[in-house]
């Protein structure tokens, strides 16, 4: 269970462990709408997904003493997601990130131990006892629930990697710290602070040795990816 002192990641707002004597009733329903990350503004990426975001989003940096990133930038407003319409629907023909996908499943930590429990947000629209596929059957998973899990697991080993890759990418000296002011078609102005973004002309300037440690890592998809999605800030300016 979370607690008052805990940072609830975002778009979650009451994760709970799952539990098969507790949730034996729990049932989720299929996802209709994207109204649960309509107020998110970005979403971090695993390194996996950054070429196929990077043609829908502007992919940046995460700026702050913990780990470094990928994160897609879904709007410019501090609670506006620019690709979910009124209706709740998902801009067509966009990526939608893992992040996004996985809701309202997440993996998170024991209090007072590193291990991962797969948890619910018993506040999301889809979870309750009435409709939708049940999440155990008696003490095992369900179908439903083994796909939350599946689903979860891939996510957090990918994680894990990417955060590698930043920190790979940070210690090259490739990051530089960004602020950006854009205008939109009527005239008002929005300000975008705290990330980062690869400076090219360090990249073109490397050295062989860390340019083939970040090549053997995979690194360079996810900075070209990063460097070409520059050209999409205009999708988020509506």
């Not at 004597?21 to 996802?31: E, G, Q, R, W, Y």
């Not at 470094?68 to 609670?79: D, K, S």
């Not at 067509?92 to 499943?105: E, L, S, V």
């Amino acid at each position: 269970m979370t607690t008052a002192t805990q940072t609830l990641p975002p778009l979650y707002k009451k994760p709970e462990p799952l539990v098969a004597a507790t949730h034996k009733t729990l049932k989720i329903a299929p996802i209709g709408n994207f109204n649960f990350a309509r107020h998110t503004n970005s979403a971090i990426l695993t390194m996996t997904e950054v070429p196929a975001a990077a043609m829908s989003y502007p992919v940046v940096f995460s700026q702050g003493d913990g780990d470094i990133l990928p994160v897609a930038v879904l709007g410019l407003g501090q609670n506006k997601n620019a690709f979910v319409d009124s209706d709740g629907g998902w801009r067509a023909n966009t990526y939608i990130p893992a992040y996004i996908r996985r809701y309202p499943f997440i993996f998170m930590e024991t209090p007072d131990s590193d291990v991962l429990t797969l948890c619910v947000d018993m506040e999301a629209d889809v979870i309750g006892t009435k409709k939708g596929a049940l999440i155990f059957d008696g003490e095992k998973p369900a179908v439903a629930g083994s796909k939350a899990l599946e689903f979860c697991n891939t996510f957090n080993q990918e994680l894990v990697a990417t955060k590698a890759l930043g920190k790979l990418i940070a210690e090259a000296g490739l990051l530089d710290d960004k602020e950006a002011t854009f205008t939109a078609a009527d005239g008002k102005k929005t300000g975008l602070k705290g990330f980062r973004v690869i400076d090219e002309e360090r990249l073109n300037a490397l050295d062989e040795t860390p340019f083939l440690a970040l090549r053997k890592a995979g690194a360079l998809s996810v900075i070209y990816s990063h460097l070409l999605s520059m050209r999409s800030w205009n999708n988020v300016l509506v």
